[in-house]
């Protein structure tokens, strides 16, 4: 068979397997995923031994350590995923749940359905365990899931989707429900890409070049995630103190994450008095700071910055230092250098923290907290499906919810139109 | 200047514009509103002497009386766009509303806060009033809107855009915030639809040829309506009567409608009682019946039906008739043959009423009310910016909140994460 006819045949039975997953319910749904927890503990020793090989060949392909760690199980790990899989059983099911229902003067009840988007395409790399991550909340939400994953991972992402769909399918789940594309070649994803009308929804996790490729190439609407250039503003009414916690936490704790902070905005007013401990204090937790002359001159170990640093996201310990002259300098510089991610101010002054609020157009926006809250079980979501930079559908980090859609129900009495 | 430096110089305004609406109050864009109603109907002598420019080369083209019908405007016309504008004007604003908010563990608060998309490219075909309906309800929505209308009205939208911008200006709203595009090639839709991240959404609005087109070459997510092909099920228990009315009603009240019910499945219980008193009220009303061999011994003016029948959005006095063993196959029916628009079921036992509810994937679904419901005016939305066949964003009819997006807002007090 040819590459376009295979992909087609897995996006029919992936189709018919979201028919089926609309219908089960919450009860089915969840057994199904507590039993692919149990397989994936049972069968922890034969995952290790496909993930094997897809080390060895990661090593012959010479591979950076960074990828590697990234694409083992150990058995730790593969707990891990079964641990997930536990948590999303718990959480309770979208779909179905009546959003809303209003009266019209005809008597008619009229009202909004939340229901399962029904095929989503995941395209990811490396990590095999978004292949669980992945199917547990398409599943729950009722929909069926496509899953194309790297072809580092390819031995283990087959071994997981064979438990997984033996698995479901002992729960009485259609198998199509979890569908699995094989073939590693970059022409399967680009004519999963064409099938409108049969996926609905394309998710591709991974580097901006596979996203771009994805976004550039589809027919289908693509819920993406580019990049996180997030800022802090350092307000001139802010709690110093406060605001040097909040700076520190949003790049140090985990620098290399998407919510983390690339460049801090702050205040002439209060430079002098922030900025000297403030660098101490990035310099001595190992953070390389860039600066114009005006933060040069704080400190000698500040190098200097081009505008480009301002758009990079370095994810690394690397922090942009600008000083603005007040709050419209700080918002203008994250409307044009922004990644539209995360952004925060720390004041005390309340009408700047409700301006600020208003008038960032980012997928979250902070008073006097991190950054690094961004993410959906810190906002008790409960699950994460990747955090959207898009407007459309979903912004911001994406639970459940995200994946399903809403559709209009009317409930008559014989109401005709005149 | 060449065509795609010319796109991106109008795209370019629109963000200007979008920032700008964003920040504008209510009061701002109502009074904005007020005046372009106003403006047109001072204006109105000029508008018709731009419109007898169209309708002249129309003419002159040979199109057909429906097409220039839709394009021409007379006073009457004008008022009613007016009068459109008015009344948008009195819708409550959809953004800044909070959807929600929580408290997390750690004392921060989490939001969503309802927020306009940014930048809304809406291509249209022949109708001028799509100029000044969309315009408002971007307007209203906190967004800025690029219009590129069909070459036929190209006199008639120049005008009422020239109108349109200036009283926006005069109420102190960013002219970018209503942007046209003169240039009727081809080649400045296809350039738009490459500016990913400047301009948010698409909104194509006219035949399947031109929806196609766009759907297939867009980086920007588009929202679209693809055709109606919508559904009557008579179920065995239902009220004759009843789902003689409802099915008269969908398919003859205006069948010129994408909600107009372009099948009607007869329950075979049923089918003897119930055909022969339908049938005769459809010929008397002048609509063409087509059936199989079944459907044909009812009545001789029944002409056979083709598979290719059930797919078709006749928008005429054309209507198929199927008789179904039962609920399961009219389900089966609809999943196959439809375009999960707006489908109905006429019946009085609650259990398939409630099945039929929830099992039928449609962005409207019905019980005992006629398919012509599925309007946004209809279902109290105060407003249509058309009806979505998607799935992702936005599905069924549209209205104000369906031009916007949430973002997540945090107020906290100094949390940071550990």
Redesign the interface.
């Known amino acids: 068979m040819d590459i376009k006819a295979y992909v087609l045949k897995k996006a029919l039975e992936a189709k018919e397997g979201a ?1 089926a997953a ?2 089960a319910s919450s009860e089915e749904k969840n057994r199904a995923l507590l039993k692919m927890a149990g397989s994936l503990l049972t069968k922890s020793r034969e995952l290790q031994a496909a993930n094997k090989k897809d080390i060895a060949s990661a090593k012959k392909k010479g591979l950076s350590k960074a990828m590697i760690d990234r694409l083992t199980l150990t058995g730790k790990r593969i707990e891990e995923m079964a641990q997930g899989l536990v948590e999303v059983s718990k959480l309770p099911d979208p779909s ?1 749940e009546i959003l809303k229902m ?1 009266r ?1 003067p005809n008597g ?1 009840m ?1 009202g909004r ?1 939340r ?1 399962p ?2 095929v989503i395409a995941i395209i990811y790399e490396s990590r095999p365990n978004v292949t669980a991550d992945a199917t547990a909340l398409c599943l729950k939400a009722g929909n069926a899931v496509i899953l194309r994953g790297g072809s580092e991972a390819v031995h283990s992402n087959t071994a997981i989707v064979k438990i997984l769909r033996n698995a479901a399918a002992s729960a009485g789940i259609h198998p199509g429900a979890v569908t699995f594309i094989e073939s590693t070649e970059r022409q399967a994803v680009m004519e999963m890409l064409k099938l ?1 009308g049969i996926v ?2 394309v998710i591709p996790r991974g580097g901006e070049g596979l996203i771009r490729a994805v ?2 190439n589809s ?1 289908i ?3 993406k995630h580019y990049k996180g250039v997030c800022h802090v503003f350092v307000d001139r009414d802010a ?1 110093l103190r ?1 605001a040097e ?2 700076c ?2 949003a790049k140090v ?1 985990r620098p290399g994450t998407c919510n983390a902070m690339e460049t801090m905005l702050v205040d002439g007013k209060i430079a002098v008095k922030f900025l000297p401990s403030m660098i101490k204090k990035f310099k001595k937790a190992g953070v390389k700071l860039k600066g114009g002359a005006d933060v040069m001159k704080f400190d000698k170990s500040v190098s200097a910055l081009k505008e480009g640093d301002y758009y990079t996201e370095y994810v690394d310990k690397i922090l942009n230092i600008r000083i603005v002259p007040g709050i419209d300098s700080a918002m203008d510089h994250i ?1 044009k250098y922004g990644s539209a991610h995360t952004d ?1 101010i720390v004041t005390e002054d309340y009408n700047k923290a409700m301006r600020f ?3 960032v ?10 950054t ?3 993410d959906g079980y ?3 979501l409960g699950a994460e499906m990747g955090i959207s930079t ?4 979903a ?3 994406m639970g459940l919810e995200e994946l399903t ?14």
Request: aromatic share 8%; proline share 3%; glycine share 8%.
């Open positions: 028919r609309a219908k179905g209003w019209r008619m009229v359905m229901v988007i029904g409108e609905d929804l976004t550039e027919r609407p693509v819920l709690d406060m916690e909040i520190f936490n704790q409307a925060s609020l208003k008038e157009d980012s997928s979250s926006v902070m008073v006097n907290a991190s690094r809250f961004s810190q906002y008790g898009d407007k459309i559908h912004r911001g980090p859609c809403t559709k209009f129900i009317v409930l008559g009495s014989g109401q005709v139109r005149t």
